[in-house]
């Protein structure tokens, strides 16, 4: 838990946020401002400020927040049409919470490259 993280909050309840998952590594919350009909947040519990701070420690949470986000996808409904899971590092990457997450995106077409 890191004091002033909004993230780490959710994580430990202090901040009300829609869980939808959770297990020993990994929270799954719906985004509060969603861009897609399906827009959720999977956040490690571990405090990581972005994807530059990762390390081989993180292999096994990194390979199994894509295996989560398969399963919800699956859940969900979204699996068929497509889905997105997007990281985003750093400020000029869109980063604006400074907790890893990975955002689950789907239910609507989608347009490649991204803006
Ligand atoms: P980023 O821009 O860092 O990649 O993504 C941060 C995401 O967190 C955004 O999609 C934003 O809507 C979401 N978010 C920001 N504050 C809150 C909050 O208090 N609760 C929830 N559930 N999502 C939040
Ligand atoms: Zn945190």
Sequence with gaps: MENNCLFCSIIDGKIPAKILYEDELLV???DIAPQAPHHYLLIPREHIATTND???A???MVGHV???AAKLAKQ???DEQGFRVVNNCMEGAGQTVWHLHFHLLGGRTMHWPPG
Aim: hydrophobic share 55%; charged share 25%.
């Design 66 to 68: 894509f295996v989560v």
């Design 58 to 60: 993180h292999r096994e």
């Design 28 to 30: 799954a919350i719906e």
């Design 54 to 56: 990762l390390t081989e």
């Design 76 to 78: 969900f409904g979204i």
